[in-house]
């Protein structure tokens, strides 16, 4: 995980994007917050920790402890949403809300105001190198119409099938954060890729 870690900064990538899942919520297993904490020291840049787990709120407090900047749950997993967004800004992080591909953006619209990021997968979670759903890109529109019209401010971010091809698509509907993970770590030239990812080249 180190040495995963040391590519991402030299890369011109700005955040550390860590999902963690429980076999609950997603059919898979990754992590917990130990491991958050055993690779902090490894990089001072942003931890993006991305929640694909039942009960969040039970687990926010430790991730907070082990280094996390962005703690991002899912609204499919929490009954009392703006609860766990209130104890995630309470501890000093930013808050942010995810939602799958099956989830309307009207189903959090409530909670915009209360957000620092929102994240739009647009894969079903769980296992990486899925094909993009495209459907999800109204979904990143959605969510910048209703900033620009005053209902919140907050980072659009998108997760999933993000790759030179598709990144380009997300700036233009609106997307602040892009993760980008089999495309990033297969690539060879990590820096050219972050660079296309960005539109820079």
């Not at 907050?154 to 999933?160: A, E, M, P």
Request: hydrophobic share 45%.
């Amino acid at each position: 995980m180190a040495d995963g870690v040391a590519l991402i900064a030299p890369s011109g990538a700005e955040w550390v994007h860590l999902d963690v899942m429980d076999g609950c919520f997603v059919p898979n297993i990754s992590f917990g917050p130990k491991m958050v904490a055993d690779i902090r020291p490894h990089s001072s840049q942003i931890f993006d920790v991305h929640l694909m787990i039942r009960s969040p709120l039970n687990f926010v407090e430790e991730f907070a402890k082990a280094g996390a900047d962005y703690i991002t749950f899912h609204v499919e997993a929490a009954v009392h949403s703006h609860r766990v967004l209130q104890a995630i800004r309470a501890l000093g992080k930013k808050a942010g809300i995810g939602i799958v591909p099956s989830t309307p953006v009207s189903f959090i619209e409530p909670l915009l105001p209360f957000v620092d990021l929102v994240l739009v997968m647009t894969v079903n979670p769980g296992y990486g190198g899925q094909p993009i759903i495209p459907e999800c890109f109204d979904k990143v529109r959605s969510l910048a119409a209703l900033r620009e019209a005053g209902k919140g401010d907050y980072l659009i971010s998108v997760d999933g099938g993000i790759n030179e091809s598709t990144a380009a698509v997300a700036r233009d509907a609106g997307a602040d954060v892009l993760v980008a993970g089999s495309s990033f770590f297969g690539a060879t030239d990590k820096a050219a890729l972050v660079r296309r990812l960005k539109g820079l080249s």
